[in-house]
C-alpha cells in the first residue's frame, strides 16, 4: 500500500515509519503537505495518517478533502479515543487509531482496514439507498465496485445485453448512465459516473465546488 502520513515533526515519526517500511508499504511523510492541501491532493496514494502532532482544525481539513477523493484518514495517538470529526461521524465509523506500541501485525491489518473500509461502506450505502432498475444496478456494481477504472462502451453492453454493443443498445446505455447520475444526485454522496469520450465510462468521486 501507498500511505501518506501527515505530521508537523518528521523525526517522531520515524519509529512507525520503519514499521511500514518493514511491512512492505510506501509511506511517505511529509511536514510541508500539512499546509499545502492542493499539492497534497495531486498525490496518489491509499490512505492517510494523521499525526497527532497536526492540530485539530487542519485534521478537519485533511479529512473533508480526501473524503471527496474516497481515501479515508486514520490518526497516529497513543489514547484510548480520538474525538470524531464531522465526516466520521457521518459515515458511524470508529476512527482507526495507529499507535507506536502496536505489533507489526496489528498494524498492517490496520492499514488494510484503512484503505479498504471507505470505499466499500460508500458504495454499498449509495446502493441500499439508490432505487435501481436491473440494468441500472448491473452498471453501478460494475464501474463503482472498480472505482478509476475505465470500461468500454462495449464491455458495459455486453454485461447487460447478450447482443452486446448494438447501435440500439447504446444508445439504452447512455440513458442508463444518466439516469444512474440522476438518482446519486438526489443523495448525500458524490460518486459519480463519468464519460471519457471515445474509451468509456468509470467512477469516480465529483470534486466539490
Same mark, same amino acid.
Given at each position: ?16 515509519? @520503519?514499521?511500514?517500511? +518493514? ?6 511523510? @511529509? ?51 480520538? @474525538? ?14 495507529? &499507535? ?18 471507505? +470505499? ?13 432498475? &436491473? ?9 463503482? *465496485? ?24 447504446? *444508445? ?9 447520475? &440522476? ?27
Amino acid at each position: 500500500m501507498e500511505l501518506l502520513l501527515l505530521t508537523e515533526n518528521i523525526l517522531v515519526e520515524e519509529k512507525l515509519q @520503519s514499521a511500514f517500511q +518493514q511491512l512492505g508499504h510506501e509511506i511517505f511523510v @511529509s511536514k510541508s503537505l500539512v499546509n499545502d492541501m492542493e499539492k497534497a491532493n495531486e498525490l496518489k496514494f491509499d490512505g492517510c495518517i494523521i499525526s497527532n502532532t497536526v492540530s485539530k482544525g487542519y485534521s478537519e481539513i485533511i479529512i473533508n478533502k480526501f473524503f471527496q477523493r474516497g481515501i479515508r484518514v486514520g490518526f497516529k495517538s497513543e489514547e484510548t479515543e480520538h @474525538s470524531l470529526t464531522t465526516k466520521e461521524t457521518r459515515l458511524k465509523e470508529e476512527p482507526i487509531i495507529f &499507535r507506536e506500541g502496536d505489533s507489526l501485525e496489528v498494524l498492517n491489518g490496520k492499514v488494510e482496514c484503512l484503505c479498504e473500509t471507505l +470505499q466499500h461502506k460508500i458504495f454499498y450505502e449509495t446502493k441500499n439507498n439508490l432505487k435501481l432498475s &436491473r440494468n441500472e444496478e448491473k452498471v453501478f456494481t460494475l464501474l463503482s *465496485s472498480n472505482m478509476k477504472t475505465i470500461f468500454s462502451r462495449h464491455e458495459v453492453c455486453e454485461l447487460i445485453w447478450r447482443e452486446g454493443n448494438l447501435s440500439s443498445n447504446l *444508445s439504452q446505455l447512455s440513458s442508463i448512465v444518466k439516469r444512474i447520475n &440522476r438518482k446519486i444526485s438526489n443523495t448525500n454522496n458524490n460518486l459519480v459516473i463519468k464519460t471519457v469520450w471515445g474509451k468509456g465510462y468509470y467512477c469516480d468521486f465529483e470534486d466539490e465546488k
